[in-house]
């Protein structure tokens, strides 16, 4: 039987967010939330909106108003940029053939079987060994004798340009016109490899799908960072210089971009590639008037293991992905969690080359929610120089008392 969607909530109980060190243990269990509009109202905001108030205006005061929170954030997300998020398929069969597994893939009358290569976590054992996940290929040094898994995450949704949309097995199953950008299609199609890997379980596969991480680089780091965000049996996500429609925000783009910068903006975005859902193509010109802004990612990471890499490069925003991650690390803070969310902006090199003075600091976090060994560095490095009321002045008070921490 195929697992429960994380579609419309990514939801954790109380005592299911007081566990773990490998967080993708976690129930996906809804707590009771009040019921969410049909489809959310556009805003007029130019900072980052606020993560501790529902649209409603309620505040966030507990745990479980966070888990509900994230659940909406969520929504919005998918309402204004990403589309909509399947449910679980009706039906994932696995099975294995060396380093080969294969799924058959059933939603409605159609089906897809898809070949996804596994390399063998080394002395797994029965109970099986971690695993990263890598989005199109991975850019950063994954120790040696972990394991590895490859997506092809073109195979499963396009990005060779904005008339892609369509096309890819996710499309096949789900139908040409369905609302999902790519990167939000990835999400699922990965939820999909760990449906088969818990089917066939460690024994076989030699993987223990409780400790799975995901990277990718660029356009892949941006789908990296959905999948972490929209796929909450992954205990660590790792995106690689994503820049904006990744670890930057809209809004701090766009006003960079107004300043002279070389970056990218969600105009230029949607005009390049089939990321993003059709339905984003309303508000590009208007980022400041949709009720969220991509700092909502590591909010829905949260408050599982988040280490993400940035560089200085002017296209990718190196001002919008300190602002964004440094309010992503305010959220983890105020959930007691801070030291498992890293940012680190090391520049003075060329883009997915990842920098040796990072290492350590990467490693810390790959041990920590995948080896479950030792403690973060807690990373928050960048030269960017930001002033952070700017765009985080207008936010309610954070809860007061809520730890998440083991």
Known sequence: ??????????????????????????????TSCDAPPATFSTVSDPGLPDPWKFTSGKPVTTAADFTCRQSEMSRIMQQFELG????????????????????????????KTVSVSITKPASAGAAGGPAIIAVGGASIPIPSGMGRIAFGNDACAAQQNPNSHGSGWFFDLHGKTHSAGATLAWAWCVGRIIDGLEQLGAAKTGVDPKRLGVTGCSRNGKGAFMVGAFEPRIALTIPQESGSGGAASWRISDSEFAKGKNIQTAHQIVRENAWFSPRFTTYVNKTDTIPEDHHFLAALVAPRGLFVIENDIDWLGPVSTTVTMKAGRM????????????????????????????????????????????????????????????????????????????
């Open 1 to 30: 039987m195929a697992p429960l969607s994380p579609a419309f909530a990514l939801a954790f109980t109380l005592s299911a967010l007081l566990l773990p060190v490998f967080a993708s243990t976690l129930p996906r269990q809804a």
């Open 331 to 406: 959220i983890y803070d105020a959930l007691g969690v801070k030291a498992n969310m890293g940012f680190s902006l090391v520049g003075g090199h060329s883009h997915c080359s990842f920098p040796s003075a990072s290492s350590a600091d990467l490693t810390s976090y790959i041990n920590r929610f995948l080896g479950g060994t030792g403690k973060t560095n807690d990373v928050e490095t960048s030269k960017a120089t930001v002033v952070m009321d700017d765009w985080v002045k207008g936010w309610s008070p954070a809860p007061k008392g809520i730890n998440l921490a083991t």
């Open 84 to 111: 909509d998020l399947p449910p679980a398929p009706d039906s994932v069969t696995a099975t294995l053939s060396g380093s080969s597994m294969s799924l058959v893939i059933k939603v409605g009358s159609n089906s």
